[in-house]
């Protein structure tokens, strides 16, 4: 028994120890992938006519480059359906030459003759006003900063970018901003500068990108000009002092647009609606007011009054009322016509669009256009009408929403979103809803809730 239990004992010592084999390694497929990966191109090297031994050579390395980002087109896609010298409501007979004359006729018995100044005035420093001063891109970018607020609030935005970018001291544009300033300058700076003037984010962006434009077609017309080239617009018109005065300044890198006067009435206007953020109101009341060309900018308060009067059928949209305004009414009663419409449109009790405390000066006397507007159905022929028959209309959905047209003030001062936020005495019966006193309402309620004596001469 003891000796059974030593065996058991001295075979658990000593176990079986089988000899290691060397073999060599076996590569696997995936061994195999790692080992091709890692090894290197191996050329011959050739000299003195015979094959050499092989060397490994390095595997170039491609430096890896940043890719730079495409900028985006200024260029914009809407494309306003204009119909120069027709009407889009051809068979409308109204106006005729003899009803434009008796509304002038009428309105100039409350509000006074009104004639184009023979000579534009100088830009005053005080306010961007209607764009009426001497360079056409001082008056284009003021009309646009005028646009879908009150004329205190776009006031205080132009003093603003005065204040930081500075004037120029001598030239067409003297007295106004160095536009080139503002060019060079950043977005964001821009932006601080005029956000008191509502809607700052898209007015910004497209005061720069329109200032980019006109750089470079600055430079463009400049370099063609210098080569006699004369398949550039307007060079066939211009004189010698015009185009030796465009080189100059695009030497001196001040912007301008002032070529545009050698264009036709409509080849200025495609070239002005072609900028981001410019409608054919902005563009218009730029011909009207800047260029001394016979166009009809029809505004919120145009566009009410010609309604009411049956000058367009009651679906016309804003830029349809242009098309067709412009081609009926005679080119010697389009100044008046538009000034005494918008004067008339803020003052009239009966015609304005938002009752104010301010304007009393005409309370108690009938509208000299009151017959005609009867006849024709009333003050009320239009959503909103009368700002009796406005406090009728309910608040709807989306009211005060920034608008996305991207011509900001065709959209934002038409007649249907200025309606829609009502009277005061309205406004103050609207109970608070979800999302009230978000940026939409400081920017969009703002320019409906102002007085009209302060609103903009083309709003």
């Known amino acids: 028994m003891t000796a059974s239990r030593s065996t058991r004992t001295s075979a658990r010592s000593k176990p079986d120890i089988k000899p290691v084999v060397k073999t060599e390694d ?134 603003n970018i005065l204040e930081k970018y500075g004037i120029l001291k001598e030239g067409i544009g003297k007295g106004s901003v160095d536009w080139n300033a503002v060019r060079l300058g950043t977005e964001a700076e821009l932006f601080e500068a005029i956000k008191c003037g509502g809607l700052a984010k898209n007015k910004s962006k497209n005061i720069k990108a329109i200032l980019d434009m006109v750089y470079a077609d600055n430079m463009e017309r400049a370099a063609a000009l210098e080569a006699d080239d004369v398949k550039i617009p307007g060079a066939d018109t211009e004189t010698v002092e015009d185009k030796k005065a465009e080189i100059t300044r695009a030497k001196d890198h001040i912007l301008s647009l002032d070529h545009l006067h050698s264009f036709t009435k409509d080849e200025a206007m495609s070239a002005l609606i072609a900028f981001p953020g410019i409608g054919i109101k902005t563009a218009s009341c730029t011909l009207l007011f800047c260029l001394s060309r016979p166009s009809f900018a029809v505004d919120t308060h145009v566009h009410r009054l010609c309604t009411w009067l049956g000058w367009i059928p009651g679906k016309a949209s804003r830029d349809q009322a242009f098309s067709h305004l412009d081609t009926r009414i005679p080119d010697e009663h389009k100044y008046a016509l538009h000034v005494l419409m918008w004067q008339h449109g803020v003052a009239c009790p009966s015609c304005r669009l938002i009752p104010v405390k301010e304007r009393r000066e005409f309370d108690g006397m009938e509208c000299p256009l009151g017959n005609l507007i009867r006849a024709n159905g009333g003050w009320g022929k239009k959503a909103g009408g009368t700002p009796k028959g406005k406090a009728k209309v309910k608040a709807k959905k989306g009211q005060g929403k920034r608008a996305r047209s991207e011509s900001e003030e065709e959209a934002s001062d038409s007649e249907s979103e200025l309606s829609a936020v009502g009277t005061p005495q309205q406004k103050a019966e609207v109970p608070a809803k979800k999302g009230k006193g978000k940026r939409a309402k400081s920017e969009s309620e703002e320019a409906a809730s102002d007085s009209d004596s302060e609103l903009s001469e083309i709003d």
């Open 26 to 159: 076996v590569a696997t497929p995936a061994r195999k992938r790692q080992k091709a990966k890692e090894e290197v191109d191996v050329k011959p090297n050739i000299a003195d006519g015979y094959l050499d031994t092989p060397r490994r050579l390095p595997v170039p390395v491609t430096a890896k480059t940043e890719s730079v980002p495409t900028p985006k087109s200024s260029v914009k896609t809407t494309k306003y359906k204009l119909t120069p010298g027709e009407t889009p409501f051809p068979d409308w007979p109204s106006p005729t030459p003899e009803q434009c004359l008796d509304v002038v006729r009428r309105l100039e018995t409350w509000h006074g003759k009104k004639e184009a100044p023979k000579v534009i005035p100088e830009p005053s420093l005080e306010n961007p006003g209607c764009g009426q001063v001497p360079s056409i891109l001082d008056a284009l970018i003021r009309t646009l900063l005028s646009a879908a607020t009150n004329r205190r609030n776009s006031s205080a935005a132009f003093r």
